[in-house]
């Protein structure tokens, strides 16, 4: 009888063996629902070019509309609700003058100081580079959707994982599980968003429509036409409440919904 020799693991090297095997099923999750996430925004992308020239400028004009509508009915409500609509001085510096805060100026100064830590270019090894790679392509793309939350998140993070660099492999490995569950549940988030928007709605009757062989394009003309008359009709009841306001409010009213 032959007896099979079983190398002995201690306790934190199974762990670690275990956590990578997640990290692996978890990078591969991501990398498909990051393929996803680019299939679906370049399915968007072309579907828009070729529907908006069905509807030419119209789906424009009743895009307008509607945000003027929105903004000026929010707009007679606090006036009504007796809140002051004029705007309000920015606080000055006691000791100098200085531009009015700006979100856009601060989220471009947070996605230049991460990029500059977060670099590839400052990489020592192949896996590091990846992973800066991964934190840099994230970063832009949070960037680009203005969102501060998330550049903010990945900026901490970021410090959490250099933290950690000085400590075990595990702790590295638990780093890497960390982001990777962050990625993948933001890419859900972006997918389903980018599915329940109303381009992607449009679209899945264009293809119900090509499916049941309607002319989908003269279909999608009427109804924006038919929109946009609901949507004239809805600025000239806003335009009646706005007269019905003091004449200083409501200018105020016309100014800031864009009715002027």
Do not use: C
Not at 89 to 111: C, V
Not at 189 to 200: G, R, Y
């Amino acid at each position: 009888m032959s007896l099979a020799l079983v190398r002995y693991q201690p306790p934190p090297t199974r762990s670690l063996g275990r956590r990578l095997t997640l990290l692996t099923e978890l990078e591969v999750q991501a990398a498909e629902l990051e393929r996803q996430r680019e299939e679906t925004e370049s399915r968007i992308r072309d579907f828009e070019k070729r529907y908006r020239p069905a509807v030419g400028d119209r789906y424009l004009e009743l895009e307008d509309l509607k945000d003027q509508i929105q903004k000026a009915w929010r707009l007679v409500q606090q006036a009504r609700n007796g809140e002051d609509l004029s705007p309000r001085p920015e606080p000055e510096a006691e000791d100098a003058p200085h531009e009015a805060f700006k979100p856009e100026g601060n989220l471009r100064r947070l996605f230049r100081e991460l990029a500059r830590r977060i670099h590839p270019d400052l990489a020592s090894t192949a896996a590091e580079r990846k992973q800066r790679h991964e934190f840099m392509s994230e970063a832009t793309y949070a960037y680009r959707a203005g969102d501060e939350r998330r550049l903010q998140w990945l900026f901490e993070h970021w410090e959490a994982t250099l933290n950690s660099r000085a400590e075990g492999e595990l702790d590295r490995t638990n780093q890497k599980v960390a982001w990777a569950r962050y990625r993948i549940r933001e890419l859900n988030s972006t997918i389903a968003s980018l599915n329940a928007s109303s381009i992607a709605q449009i679209m899945r009757e264009a293809d119900e429509a090509r499916i049941q062989g309607r002319n989908w394009v003269i279909e999608l003309r009427n109804r924006v036409v038919d929109q946009l008359n609901e949507a004239r009709l809805e600025l000239r009841r806003v335009n009646e409440a706005v007269k019905e306001l003091d004449k200083k409010t409501a200018r105020i009213v016309r100014l800031r919904a864009g009715l002027e």
